[in-house]
C-alpha cells in the first residue's frame, strides 16, 4: 500500500503561484512513478503533469506547460508541483497519484491521494 499526503493548495489571484506537496509513503520512494491530476467541478479528472522515478524524464499538459514545473526529493519522499502564472481556469482539486508497475504514471494510477483544493480569482 502507498499513501498519499498533498498539502499546499490554497485561494490565490490569477497571476501568482503556489506550491504542491505530496508526502508517500508505504513503499520506497525511489520507485515511485509520481504524477498530478486536476479535477474541476462538474468535469472529468485531467492529468496535469508526470515524473518517472529518477527526475529525469518528465511530462505535461499542454495547458500548464512552461507555467507549472513537477519535481520530486527522493530522500524527503516527496513530489512537488510548483505552479506559476496562474490562471482562473486552474481553479480545481488537484490529486497527487502513484504507480508502482510502469515507469511513468498512466491515467489509471495504482494510488491516489485525498486531493487539495487550488482556487484562482480573477
Known amino acids: 500500500q502507498v499513501q498519499l499526503v498533498e498539502s499546499g493548495g490554497g485561494l490565490v489571484q490569477a497571476g501568482g503561484s503556489l506550491r504542491l506537496s505530496c508526502a508517500a509513503s508505504?513503499?520506497?520512494?525511489?520507485?515511485?512513478?509520481m504524477g498530478w491530476f486536476r479535477q474541476a467541478p462538474g468535469k472529468v479528472r485531467e492529468f496535469v503533469a508526470a515524473?518517472?522515478?529518477?527526475?529525469?524524464?518528465?511530462y505535461y499538459a499542454d495547458s500548464v506547460k512552461g507555467r507549472f514545473t513537477i519535481s520530486r526529493e527522493n530522500a524527503k519522499n516527496t513530489v512537488y508541483l510548483q505552479m506559476n502564472s496562474l490562471k482562473p481556469e486552474d481553479t480545481a482539486v488537484y490529486y497527487c497519484?502513484?504507480?508502482?508497475?510502469?515507469?511513468?504514471?498512466?491515467?489509471?494510477?495504482?494510488?491516489w491521494g485525498q486531493g487539495t483544493q487550488v482556487t484562482v480569482s480573477s
Open positions: 508505504g513503499r520506497t520512494f525511489s520507485r515511485l512513478a
Open positions: 515524473i518517472n522515478w529518477s527526475g529525469l524524464r518528465l
Open positions: 497519484a502513484a504507480d508502482v508497475t510502469t515507469a511513468v504514471v498512466t491515467t489509471t494510477p495504482n494510488y
